[in-house]
């Protein structure tokens, strides 16, 4: 069972890397696997009444993804077994007692993003020399959220940076969000991870476009649909990677005693075209550590 928190257009990529995982490991839907999927499309207030649907079907395990969806499954069960494709520090964030022995009906992988906040303040400032005045888009309502913006503070003084935040719950905020980001005259944007963020990113690299600003983001989906640059985790690589958990639980194995996977990689992605378009050239110095530049 998938409960995911992205909107289905948005997790296809995802669902299509866990699926491979499990058919890597003999799993053969409608044979010896029944896989259903369920998503909040972007809609957090979604998440009781779909954890209650899910749980209702009794499953033998569930995957999930994303801070609020995870807390929401935590909630309404301690006895199913819950992967984790992707969580912001479980530890801080009570999730689990430890990495090493996560002590409850949870386990999966972590990507540890507060860590990663400081490093992409660092990588677009390096991108943008005359960066002075940074806009971070985020999620009040996401806990994970809330931690990151806590290592914002401490990396923009240490950077020299100027910061402000762009808080943004629902879709229909996004407008009024850039509105504000326009009048405090920022010169560049830090978006950090939130599954509703990332549902609308399209919209989102829009507005920054419109914008005319610089900006990193979590992940390099938003890159592939037209922003800057990206630094963090391949995604879709954790997914696959959450079939080996689902596989050793099916295989009888409790969740409280599988540690917690961190990511082993991370990408920099740059994006060429838009740089041109903002009229800014990236030093060859950073191009040459990226991972991926779209030309």
Sequence with gaps: MLLLPPRTGAGGTYIQALREGLGELGYVEGQNLLLEIRSAEGRPNLL?????????????VL?????EA?????RATSVVPIIMATVIDPVALGIAA?????????TGLAIMSVELTSKRLQLLKEAVPRLSRVAVLWNPDNPGNVLQLKEVGTASQILGLRWR?????????????FEAIVRAQSNGILAIEDSMLVSYRSRIVESVARARLPAI???????????????????????????????????????ADLP????????????????????????????QRADQVIE
Excluded: C, H, W
């Design 48 to 60: 009781p009444g779909l954890a209650a649907e899910v749980l209702s079907t009794r499953p033998d």
């Design 63 to 67: 995957v999930t993804a994303g801070s």
């Design 70 to 74: 995870i807390l929401t499954l935590k």
């Design 98 to 106: 430890s990495l090493a022995r996560p002590g409850s009906n949870l």
């Design 165 to 177: 935040g762009a808080a943004v719950r629902r879709p229909d905020e996004l407008a009024g969000a």
């Design 217 to 255: 983001y979590a992940f390099r989906q938003f890159v592939d649909a037209g922003g800057l640059m990206s630094y963090g985790p391949n995604l879709p690589d954790s997914f696959r990677r959450a079939a080996a958990y689902v596989d050793k639980i099916l295989k009888g194995a409790k969740p």
């Design 260 to 287: 917690i996977e961190q990511p082993t990689r991370f990408e920099l992605v740059i994006n060429l075209k838009t740089a041109k378009t903002l009229g800014l050239t990236i030093p060859q110095t950073l191009l």
